[in-house]
């Protein structure tokens, strides 16, 4: 067991989609406290993880010296950290704060200033690979923070990742997840659009997937998740189309502040924006963009 009495007690708050497998891959040989809105989650998931939950954030254990958060969004993250009563005001001196939700880049500078007023270290460290890599421990993390506080959150990072990136300061690591995921989302719709036209022509979806697997215009799309969660019809990776929009329009506020010209992949936000507005699930998974062009253009992309 990880040396408390040095490095004390970890807590992990959220334990949704993405942080109930990354605490079972996390939990290992520590003492860990977790935490969710809800109750029952959080006391399913701390047996299953040997942790202790936590009724309320209200009274945090005395030994706890590193807080992981996996949450929605940035402003359930400032009412966790600067609500009443916020974390940030309660942590013992030398304590550690690790982002790991899809947050907004300026509110992590702020926040990662005010954490670093309190002697606290800040690091946000949002992921890619979605539910599968995270029960496998192969996400992809792209952190951001100051160098001696990313290198305390190495050791609590690496159970839960294939590879890890300082990309920079405070905040340049959620703003590398919105940007990547910008990508991520132009690539997917991209594949449909590829796909449809293939259709249209003649050529089966699957087969035009073999040709652009075994060529240069593959991607993660088109090797993953067009075979698994389109072509079958499942449409499950467990990554919300509203998630997937959030990280759009984080990405989209990054162009536009630094007055890039990016018209391909704010095309790609354009249509994806589109695509929710059609679909008729109350809370679609973001592959079923897909579905939105099969409406689009009138043919089935799923090969059932």
Known sequence: MVNTEQQGASLFIGLGNMGRPMVLK??????????????????EVAAEAGATALADLDSIPAQVRTVILMLPNSRIVEQVLRGEPGLLSRLATGSLVIDMSSSEPASTVALAKEAASLGIGYVDAPVSGGVAKAVTGQLAIMVGGQDDSVARALPHL???????VHVGPPGTGHAAKALHNLLSATNLAAAAEILSVAKAVGIAPVK?????NGGTGRSQASEFKYPKHVLTGAFDSGFAMD??????????????????QAPIVLT???????????????????????????KLNGTLLRAN
């Open 208 to 212: 035009m997937l073999e040709v652009i």
């Open 158 to 164: 690496e159970p839960l990742a294939a590879s890890t």
């Open 243 to 260: 998630l997937m929009l959030k990280d759009l329009t984080i990405a989209q506020g990054l162009i536009e502040s630094t007055a890039s």
């Open 268 to 294: 790609a936000r354009e249509t994806a924006v589109k695509a929710r507005e059609v679909l008729d699930s109350p809370n679609p998974d973001h592959t079923e963009i897909a579905r939105y062009y099969e």
């Open 26 to 43: 996390y939990a290992p040989d520590r003492e860990l406290f977790v935490f969710d809105v809800n109750g029952e989650t959080a006391a």
